[in-house]
Structures are given as C-alpha cells and as structure tokens.
C-alpha cells in the first residue's frame, strides 16, 4: 500500500468552479501535511501547509485535515486556467524529523 | 534574494560517465534533501542530509553519492551504476515544520 495516495486525474472543471483534490495516506500519527502545486517541466510551489483537523483558508485556497479518516483534501475556489497544474499531497510521517513523503499528484485542468 | 539554486538546469550523460548535480542554498537551512522525479510520478527521496558532514539514504539511493562539506551546498553525484539516470531532479532545504523550499531543478538525459 502506497503511503500518500492521490487520484491521478486528470481532473478537469470549468473556469470558475471549485476543484476539489483528494489525498489518503497511511501513517496514522503523520503531524504535517503539504499541498504542492507544480507547472509542467517545472519545481514544486508550497501553496497550503495544515496541522491541525478542520479547515485552513487561504485566498481562493482551503486545505481539509481529518486525521481520523487519514485524508487531506485541498479546494480551489473560483478556479482559473492558470491554476492548470499537477497538485502534490505531502506528508511528514511519525518518525521521519522534517523528511516528506509525496503523492503521485493529480493533474487539474481548469477550462475556459 | 534567499533561495535554492541547482545547476545546470539541463545535463547530459554518456554511457558508463560519472556526472555532478550542484544544488547550493542561501536559505540558512539545516536539512537539505535529493528527490528524482519520473514522467507522472511523484517524488523519490535519493539521499537526505540533517546537519553538515552527515548524510542518510533514502528509498532509491543505489547509484547515487551525495557529499555534505558545507551548509549551504548539497551536490549529488550520479554514477555510472545507475542504470535508468534520466529523469528530473529536485533538491529541497527546510528548517522547522514549514514544509520545502525546492530549487528550481536538473533535467539529465542519458545520450
């Protein structure tokens, strides 16, 4: 079992929308969890970091914890096509210091 | 202006050829870290380093050295018992819980 699960995509919704991206992961004592966003041929951006369960809002963007359950989920509000991008789920595993633990992504699309 | 810098941004390698990654960062961060990154996939951990002059492996680090002698600079060797080396390559510092600052990344291609 993979340790930070994402649905691949691709996602797309329409200009305006909100994109919802899901993310499971497996260590059930992981502290800290990171959403990355990451244009094609380019580096991983830090857009959310959340610790804490509930919502954490920031702009256009609300990462969802429930450790509980083990997911994370970032929404993109009113999305627009240059939010076009592979989205990265991150985790810090119990044990690991500050080392992170990356999804696979998911691709969203956002159309005109 | 703080951040990471990783050069060069594209590199190629021949056969049975040895190859550095530079990757040097003015954030005064203590851990630094190696990750590869295939077409689609998400992000392999090579070699991670917590303090200078030590350095542990990750999930992939066959074929792969890593030095720590300074703070600021974390070079990554490629040799040549890495058999499938082409791929993106992304370092990444932090200090605290805040999450990575990536450099802007090494594209190596095998020729």
């Known amino acids: 079992q993979k340790e930070v699960e994402q649905n691949s995509g691709p996602l797309s919704v329409p200009e305006g929308a909100i994109a919802s991206l899901n993310c499971t992961y497996s260590d059930r004592g992981s502290q800290s969890f990171f959403w990355y966003r990451q244009y094609s041929g380019k580096s991983p951006e830090l857009i959310m970091f959340i610790y804490s369960n509930g919502d954490k809002e920031d702009g256009r963007f609300t990462a969802q914890l429930n450790k509980a359950s083990q997911y994370v989920s970032l929404l993109i509000r009113d999305s627009q096509p240059s939010d076009s991008a592979t989205y990265l789920c991150?985790?810090?595993?119990?044990?690991?210091?500050?080392?992170?633990?990356f999804g696979s992504g998911t691709q969203l699309t956002v159309l005109p | 202006d703080g951040g990471i810098t990783q050069s060069p941004k594209y590199l190629f390698r021949k056969e049975g050829q040895n190859v550095t990654l530079s990757c040097e960062q003015n954030?005064?961060?203590?851990?630094m870290y190696w990750y590869r990154q295939d077409p689609g996939q998400g992000l392999r951990l090579i070699y991670y380093s917590q303090i200078v002059n030590d350095f542990q492996k990750g999930d992939i680090a066959e074929g792969y050295s890593v030095s720590r002698e300074k703070k600021e600079s974390f070079p990554l060797t490629v040799t040549s018992a890495q058999k499938n080396p082409t791929a993106f390559y992304l370092c990444a510092s932090t200090e605290g819980n805040y999450g990575y600052t990536f450099g802007s990344g090494t594209r190596l291609t095998v020729v």
């Open positions: 991150a985790v810090n595993p119990p044990g690991s210091a500050r080392q992170l633990t």
């Open positions: 954030l005064n961060h203590d851990a």
